[in-house]
Structures are given as structure tokens and as C-alpha cells.
């Protein structure tokens, strides 16, 4: 609810006008469980690089075709 104020007030919205395209298009924040799936995708990715974190990287190990 905080967030949604916030962004209400940076982008001069009205009261009863809907956040989510503003939330979507103006932050490019995503809802939370797409959030989440894009979180572990990013931190996967980067332990299979080997740029990701020390204790994540010798669980995920790249898997050649």
C-alpha cells in the first residue's frame, strides 16, 4: 500500500484512478510472483556464468546439448 502511494505521488495520480498500468509501464516493476520467477532465472543464470554467488555456484552446474 506504501508503494502504490508512493508511486500515486511521484506520478501526480488521482485517488481513484488504477496504479497497475503506471506501476507496469512508468517503474517497470513486475507483480510478485513474476518477480520471483525472474529472481531465481537472474541468479541462476549468473551462478551458471560464474559471476553469481560463491555458496549458490556449486549447486547449479551448466548442462551441455
Known amino acids: 500500500?506504501?508503494?502504490?502511494a508512493a508511486a500515486c505521488f511521484?506520478?501526480?495520480?488521482?485517488k481513484y484512478k488504477h496504479i497497475s498500468p503506471?506501476?507496469?509501464y512508468v517503474f517497470h516493476w513486475l507483480p510478485v510472483p513474476q518477480?520471483?520467477?525472474?529472481?531465481?532465472a537472474a541468479v541462476a543464470f549468473d551462478s551458471v556464468r560464474g559471476s553469481?554467488?560463491?555458496?549458490?555456484?556449486?549447486?547449479?552446474?551448466?548442462?551441455s546439448k
Do not use: D, E, P, T
Not at 35 to 40: G, M, N, P, Q
Open 52 to 63: 553469481g554467488l560463491a555458496y549458490f555456484s556449486h549447486v547449479v552446474h551448466a548442462v
Open 10 to 14: 511521484v506520478v501526480a495520480l488521482g
Open 35 to 40: 518477480r520471483i520467477l525472474f529472481k531465481i
Open 22 to 24: 503506471v506501476l507496469c
Open 1 to 4: 500500500m506504501v508503494l502504490n
